[in-house]
Structures are given as C-alpha cells and as structure tokens.
Nanobody
Framework: QVQLVESGGGLVQAGGSLRLSCAAS????????MGWFRQAPGKERELVAS???????NYADSVKGRFTISRDNAKNTVYLQMNSLKPEDTAVYYC???????????????WGQGTQVTVSS
C-alpha cells in the first residue's frame, strides 16, 4: 500500500501565499518524479510543477516566478510554495509521485486526494 497525503490548502487573498505539502508513505522502495497538478471547475487538470529526484524542475508558464517546487527525499515529501497568488490560481491541487514499491518491478503513478486552494480578489 502506498498513500500520498496533502496538506496546506485554504483560502487566501490575492497577493498572498500558501505552502502545500504532500507526504508519501507505505511500501516505498524509491520515488522518481514528484509534482503538482491542479483542476479548476469546468477545466481540465493541468500540470503546475514537477521535480525530478535529482532536483531538476519544470513549471507551467502561468506560475513561473511565483511558485517554487521542492522535495525532501529523506521524508518522501514534495512541497509547493505559492506566492503572489491570483484568483485564477483557484483550483483543487493534486500531488503525484512515480513510486517503485518493494513488491513490484516497475514505477507506477500515485495521486493525493486533492486540496482546495481558493484565492479571493
């Protein structure tokens, strides 16, 4: 069993900041890429940011310069620091991780339950 648990969402005014966390636990042998997607009402899920195990990062154009993704490999945790938030950042944010379990021979994608981020104008 593998579980991803997110925390840190909430309501914030435009221009404010939030920090999301996502911790993976369970029968984990190794974790590859980790990252965050988001889905706003009536829209498709989109990639916000991702980070490889070695630390290289990738961001959606809409969040570059405002969001920072990081990870702690010892804690199997990925973070998303969100600054200068805008109303259009309002969405449910989902973390994901590419995980190799002890009892399998290949990586599989696992997802968190989602956390709501609401930015008021």
């Amino acid at each position: 069993q593998v579980q991803l648990v997110e925390s840190g969402g909430g309501l914030v005014q435009a221009g404010g900041s939030l920090r999301l966390s996502c911790a993976a636990s369970g029968s984990i042998f190794n974790i590859g890429a980790m990252g965050w997607f988001r889905q706003a009402p009536g829209k498709e899920r989109e990639l916000v940011a991702s980070i490889a195990r070695g630390g290289s990062t990738n961001y959606a154009d809409s969040v570059k310069g405002r969001f920072t993704i990081s990870r702690d490999n010892a804690k199997n945790t990925v973070y998303l620091q969100m600054n200068s938030l805008k109303p259009e950042d309002t969405a449910v944010y989902y973390c994901y991780a590419e995980i190799l379990r002890y009892d399998t021979g290949s990586y599989s994608d696992y997802w968190g339950q989602g956390t709501q981020v609401t930015v008021s104008s």
